[in-house]
């Protein structure tokens, strides 16, 4: 059975959304996990955190690594039809090209895996429309663990360490262009 190019592309959108969806949860969480310093509203960071990676990496991608799949897709089919895993590890290593933009291993290291992840979803969904089979579970489990793992880091969040007396006076008295700002000035003026 012959794949047609809309169905091709509308399975390379599909594994671009999971693959990009479920490596910017996994990412946010790695953040999370090994901060240095505390983060007092876990649930909220890894919600807003999760959000941008998904958008900045989903681009790249969208873009460049749909580009790369298609020409690596049509190698397959004409040089090594039943290798799998050769697809991915070509993508994997188109990923790591991440790392001429931004030289950071942390990025290079992102872009092989979310590539090597798109690559493994991509022929996934290939093998279940061949076998005539649904993909439904596979597009609610990443919403379902999104909100588990928002949940988790909304009640596992460290509550903010209490304020003293001395600290909140000088919270309130400091900063610049506010009615308090003169206060000092106007009182001595008036003495």
């Known amino acids: ?49 999760t959000l941008i990676y998904f958008f900045y990496i989903g681009f790249f991608v969208l873009i460049y690594g749909n580009a790369v799949s298609f020409v690596a897709e049509k190698l397959q089919r004409k040089w090594f039809e039943r290798a ?33 992840l798109f690559g493994v979803i991509d022929k996934w969904l290939l093998k279940r429309w061949r076998e005539d089979k649904g993909n439904k579970a596979l597009f609610i489990t990443p919403f379902v663990a999104f909100a588990l793992l928002w949940g988790y880091y ?25 009615s308090i700002d003169r206060f000092p000035e106007e009182r001595e003026s008036a003495l």
């Open 84 to 116: 799998d895993w050769l697809y991915v590890l070509i993508l994997g290593f188109f990923g790591s090209a991440i790392g001429l933009i931004f030289p950071f291993w942390s990025f290079i290291i992102a872009g092989i895996l979310v590539a090597m």
């Open 1 to 49: 059975m012959r794949e047609s190019r809309g169905r091709r592309v509308a399975r390379k959108l599909a594994a671009t959304f999971l693959a990009t969806f479920v490596f910017s949860m996994a990412w946010c969480s790695w953040n999370i996990a090994v901060a240095d310093e505390t983060v007092y509203y876990q649930g909220t960071e890894f919600y807003a955190m």
């Open 154 to 178: 909304h009640f596992a969040s460290p509550s903010l360490p209490p304020q003293t007396a001395g600290q909140a006076i000088e919270f309130a008295t400091s900063g610049s262009g506010t």
